[in-house]
């Protein structure tokens, strides 16, 4: 690769405020810059406060006029963060904007290092290997590829259904996948929201209506994401289409079919265990879509070869008992993982006593036992299905803001707990006690809800409890759960009799949750909630550019914030779709024909399939839209025939000797 | 001598995992010796052992690789590539007669900014009681590290 | 089959004889090798470590060092007794946890001319070793006698489950091991809620009325579960229960009979081996109902039904068991 | 005006002789271990799980408060580490994995050494029991016993005679100790520890 003649090098050190400057000397770093990398190439070395700012920028923008600069390097935060920002400000001053190095001085040098002298000269010796690396930079155009203009939306809880209607309205094709029966997510499960009160069900079903009939959206549940290749714009999506069982065209959804069905299961999923569902089903009567799935373990005819009676007695002959899988691939440029939370399972706290202690209920099972479509039609009653409690526990945090469970705070307990608390109260006129460490009642008309609750007269007791158990000490605990916890306002050890415990269970990522993240190529946190690309600024977005998350898949939130980052995340797709085209780093492979051997040492080892061998020529080929810019076959190439852009083997080189500090040394080391 | 002995370290990360790695240690504030220095990769599938030697010969007393852990590579399963070579590597050293335990592979996810920070730590520890490398410098054999960094490049053990 | 070190800890040679005795009939059957170790010394219970630190994990370390060097071909040092494994795992921990403890501990062994490197022992309750080690196929294979139509309480008491520094447990408040043991002699095994809770430790000693108190508390449960005994693997659970179970009675002006046994009698039991052999008639709250029970050759005609926990069909269906292994993963064990 | 002279003194008197988390830093470096005691969160699972709870004037959450705030005297005079029976309820629940029954066996040294305890029977116990494991090596019931009830429980003996003659009868205790073959050498030990516990 041909160099310029010369290379005139600008070098620009940021303080960032205190960031930079509290540690490393940055005055001394720049004038180091100028003196000791002068025969290297360097111009003008300057310190600035924010170099970021567009008063920095400008002042990169005037030396490159005004000095000639053909080269930048720029000593401050990470390149994950300002790298842009440079590159725009060389493409204004007429620079090419590959010709400009970050160098990350902040995040590796600054802030995790104390000792001021080797910090100072850790971050000379950075310099020193952008000044190296960047007199191998070579002028390049991005690649810019089309973005297809539909998107994918994983999940369709609430986040999921807000992005693909916020996208459906814009005029773009939505692809929504469900891996449930019905969409709707945990929000279908509940009655009231907090802090309002308002009916889940009343504010949550128009819009499942209105995401199961949108001409712009393709709906497709019972269905899972199997494969995601390609990259943003033009990601090719596989998409495993359960069986039903049922004929989609044919069936009217009249749910004639469950209820001849002779097979009674307990429903796991959407009765929380609660209650009971036919082998075929539809979750709950107001799924969308309206049809029904079979559930081929727990149904008889597929069990003991004879029943089918729903076959018998559907008026459309929809049931289809020999329907397969199918296997569909959609075309989307961007996609939105919305696949929400798992409730921590409380059996894991075996002092709760929640699998044992019959009265002893999971949050979720409470919301079906107070929900008026729930199996005891809103009734809140003991497990016997009649007695109504005289005496209710609701406990918080229950694993969660805890080292042995989850070690994070779920967001949603206190008010879940708060509401709970009303619940009860207006059900049973039971007497409610709630135990919490600290009421968390943040955001809008939270902590009113909070005050309104102890106006009802709820005994909130500070205390994480310590065990529930059936085991009575003295007569007026027989019959009863104990909850014994200590009253830390108090100071005393309390044992509570009561008739029933509600469990706040936390909230923790998917089970499935980083295997899920390893099909879309995004990262997990240890838990397994999904990372976003920055904490505060790009809340929504992933390090993988076209893929997006929104909702409990990121973390615990509420239903208010889960709705916004669904919208947020429409917003940034309907941004992406907008520019039509993406520009992609240039960074790719490429093959000098002349210095291959034809060895196909490196025909394997592509996982993209963008190598291929010219039989005829008995050369390797690099196909360019296909080259993701791994550099593994560049390192693998025995004759060197391979370049790297962006990451040539000279850059690298050249910047390990600036690291070492070989260019400092006597010009004869680096001829 | 030895007493006061600062190893240079050159650590390879990979764009997706460990560079963010190393950023989280950064916003966290999680402390670490200043020994080592990172070069950006995209991928550690792209470290070209000649990298390795030439740090060595360019006076690094360790060479630390890291990249995404198995299964989360960015670009599918290019870490396994690195973790071949890794092992092709510290063969090499043995046969030159070095410690092998002059390298290291760390996996670190883009999570993991404190176990960054504390692999580096103790890395530096680990090339501190191994003492000075001398590799490539006027006081060793130059002609060694020359041939090395310039000799003919190590071969893909298969594909 | 392994050897093993043992440990038998002060209590075994007087106060808790019936487990030394039983111990010592069961090993042959089930071929357990244990040697007991030289010279060995008082663990100092939980006594001395509320005095001073460094010399009670001094006194517990001198019986390290010496399991260290005997330690031929095995390193698994075994201790029937609950306070005295804790106190040897807990050492053998936190030397390593905090390495100045450590050092200062091998620096008073070293006067001594002893040395121990934390962590190279596995030390083990003997429950543990019979239930994970020989297995419960073994033991049911020598089993001649069973315990059928025996109400018995699965009692563990606090210290061999908890804190439990080497993740042997399946829970640390319901553990079911020695639930499963019982089982597998045959007997009617009580799912006893009180399994793992407190003894009272030391307060009959210092604070007889809550000592009291604590006893009471365990037998009125497994009494009104009808418990034919209450079964141990802790001398200090035995003792407590035992011996101050008529003082325990005198003060709450109760009339509780609550025969306290330990483990490894109610296995030589159903082995076929005599009683007296047993260390039965030991006990000070006799066992002789236990005995006759067994002497009756046919079995009642049926047990006492337990209290049912199946899903009443008209009432709303119970969780099922937490799925075994996956999400304790996740647990945050790591101190940072 | 009198209101004001009024405000001026403080309403409390401060007792906060160790500045900041003195006290605190002091008893986690007594402990065994690595106790994690500044991270409570008062949060009282440790007095919620406590079995004895109901003998203790302070739970442990509160003791740890009074750690925390710098209140020596109050802390150490508690009977909350005198009751503590070490079930271990409390470490495995601790939601901060504080080692809280090892931060009790350090309060115990510790309100000995500044003769803070306010009841002699639970101190008196654990010198006894040390007394017999320094002297023979190995504890000697009897001996503690006979020692420890006849100064402290005196009323109780008529009482207990049945049990202690079931005890010795059936030979569940001895009338003499037991003693170690190398005595010499643990005694050693045991005196080279003490000296160096005491540098610290």
Known sequence: MTRNQEERIGVYVCHCGTNIAGVVDVAQVAEWAAAKLQHRGVVIAREYKFMCSSLGQELIEKDIKELDLNRVVVAACSPHLHEKTFRTACANAGLNPFMCEMVSIREQVSWVHTDKSAATSKAMAMVSGGVERVRHHVPLEPLTVPIHPATLVVGGGIAGIQSALEIADAGHQVYVVEREPSIGGHMAQFDKTFPTLDCSACILTPKMVSVGTHPNVKLLTWSQVEKVEGYVGNFSVTIRKKARKIKEDLCTGCGICQEKCPKKVIDDVYEAGLGYRKAVYTPFPQAVPKFPVMDVANCTYYEKGTCKACEKFCPTDAIDFDQQDEILNVQVGNIILATGYDLFDARRISNYGYGRLPNVFSSLEFERLSNAAGPTNGQVVLRDGKTIPKSVGIVHCVGSRDRNYNNYCSVICCMQSIKFAHLVHERTGATVYNFYIDIRAAFKDYDEFYQRILEEGTQFIRGKVAEISDVPRVASEEGKLIIQVEDTLAGKQRRIPVDMVILSSGLQPRADSKATAKVFGISCSANGWYIEKHPKLDPVATMTEGIFIAGCAQGPKDIPASVAQGAAAAARVLGKIEQKEVALEPVRASVIEDQCSGCRICNGLCPFNAISFLEDRMVTEINPALCQGCGTCVAACPAGAIVGTGFSNEQVMAQIEGLMLMNIEPAEVIA | ?159 | MKDYLLYPGCSMEYSARAYALSLDAISGPLGLRLKELDDWNCCGATEYLGISRTPAYALIARNLAIAGQASNGTNDLVAPCSACYLNLAKADHYMQEQPQLGAKVNEALAVGELTYRPGSLNIRHLLDVIVNDVGLEEVEKHVVQPLSGLRLAPYLGCMVPRPDYGHRWSDHEFPTELDSLLKALGADVVDYPLKTECCGGHMPQIGPEMGFEMIRRLIASADRLETDAMVTMCPMCQLNLDAYQGETNQFFKTHFHMPILFFTQLMGLAFGIEPKELGFGLELVSARNVLDALGVKAPPETPPAPPKRARRPEGLPMPGPLPKGNPSEQKIREVV | ?200
């Open chain 4, 1 to 200: 005006m009198a209101d004001v002279e009024l405000m001026t003194s403080p309403p409390i008197a401060a007792s906060t002789k160790d500045e900041d988390l003195g006290l605190l830093k002091e008893v986690a470096a007594r402990t065994a271990g690595i106790s994690r005691l500044e991270m409570c969160i008062q949060c009282g699972t440790c007095g919620g799980s406590c079995p004895s709870a109901a003998a203790m004037d302070l739970t442990p959450r509160a003791v740890f408060a009074l750690l925390r705030a710098g209140m020596r005297e109050e802390a150490l005079k508690s009977n909350t580490f005198w009751v503590c029976v070490s079930c271990y309820h409390c470490v495995v629940r601790c939601p901060q994995s504080v080692h809280i029954a090892d931060v009790m066996y350090a309060l115990k040294s510790m309100a000995i050494e500044a003769n803070l305890y306010q009841d002699s029977t639970a101190p008196d116990f654990s010198h006894t029991f040390i007394g017999m494991v320094e002297d023979y090596g190995r504890s000697f019931e009897m001996g503690l016993a006979g020692i420890h009830y006849i100064k402290h429980f005196a009323l109780r003996l008529p009482g207990m005679v049945p049990m202690a003659t079931g005890m010795l009868t059936r030979g569940r205790m001895s009338l003499t100790p037991k003693r170690i073959k190398n005595m010499r050498q643990l005694r050693a030990i045991l005196n080279r520890a003490k000296e160096l516990e005491a540098e610290e």
């Open chain 2, 1 to 159: 001598m030895t007493d006061a002995f600062e190893p240079t370290i050159i650590g390879f990360t990979c764009n997706w995992c460990s560079y963010r790695a190393a950023d989280l240690a950064g916003t966290a504030r999680i402390k670490y010796p200043a020994n080592v220095r990172l070069v950006r990769l995209m991928c550690s599938g792209r470290l070209d052992p000649t990298f390795v030697f030439k740090a060595l010969a360019s006076g690094a007393d360790g060479v630390m690789i890291t990249g995404c852990h198995p299964g989360e590579c960015h670009y599918l399963e290019q870490n396994y590539k690195a973790l071949r070579r890794f092992q092709l590597m510290q063969r090499t050293l043995k046969g030159l007669g070095l410690e092998s335990g002059r390298i290291k592979l760390l996996w670190a996810s883009a999570a993991e900014g404190a176990r960054f920070a504390s692999e580096v730590a103790a890395f530096v520890e680990e090339i501190r009681a191994l003492g000075p490398l001398h590799w490539g410098r006027a006081d060793a054999s130059e002609a060694v590290g020359a041939e090395v960094a310039e000799g003919p490049r190590l071969q893909e053990v298969s594909a």
